[in-house]
């Protein structure tokens, strides 16, 4: 019995050595925050990239847009591949040209002009389906001009997640309704 004794006592002196002992507190701390930093930083960098690439897709549509109102795009009789490549010339980082859809069409009235997210149908290869309009319309012709692209995402720990799509991804969209300028023919 008496070395069952001890032995507790032991145990317990130990643990209290342990629990007074602070050399590895530092370490044991920073596995604690470790995890949430980690997460918030990763989070920062994804929701900084799409922000930036949203921003970006916002000015190339800014300047494509131009090309149409201006009637540039009809006197060049530019097809939906030329003005495409064009769009594409101006991205300078972060989107591949393959994964932009270009959609361009006339609205019969400002009210009837479709700016709105589109609903991507995909095929059985996982590539979006959907066939995109292209009408650059004629001179005082309302037309709308939406340049999509679909972001991947990466699913940031504890859950973060910017997607909009049911594959995971994020599908930004830049939309620009304009009136074409009355010579743009």
Do not use: H
Not at 53 to 58: F, G, P, T, V
Not at 142 to 150: A, D, G, N, S
Not at 159 to 183: H, T
Request: net charge neutral; proline share 3%.
């Amino acid at each position: 019995m008496f070395g069952y004794g001890s032995t507790i006592i032991r145990r317990r002196n130990r643990c209290a050595a342990f629990a007074q002992d602070s050399r590895g507190a530092t370490a044991v701390e920073f596995a604690l925050v470790a995890a949430p930093f980690l997460a918030l930083v990763i989070a920062l960098i994804q929701t900084f990239l799409v922000f930036f690439a949203q921003q970006m897709l916002e000015s190339v549509v800014r300047q494509s847009a131009r090309l149409v109102m201006t009637g540039q795009v009809q006197s060049a009789n530019m097809t939906q591949a030329v003005f495409k490549q064009k769009v594409c010339d101006q991205i300078v980082i972060l989107f591949t040209c393959n994964g932009l859809m270009i959609d361009m069409q006339v609205a019969t009235s400002w009210n009837s002009a479709n700016t709105a997210l589109p609903t991507l149908t995909y095929d059985a290869s996982g590539k979006v389906s959907n066939v995109w309009l292209y009408d650059p319309g004629d001179a005082g012709d309302i037309v709308v001009l939406r340049v999509m692209y679909e972001w991947p995402v990466v699913l940031g720990p504890l859950g973060f997640n910017l997607s909009n799509l049911s594959n995971g991804n994020r599908l930004i969209m830049s939309s620009a309704a304009f009136q074409n300028e009355p010579g743009a023919t």
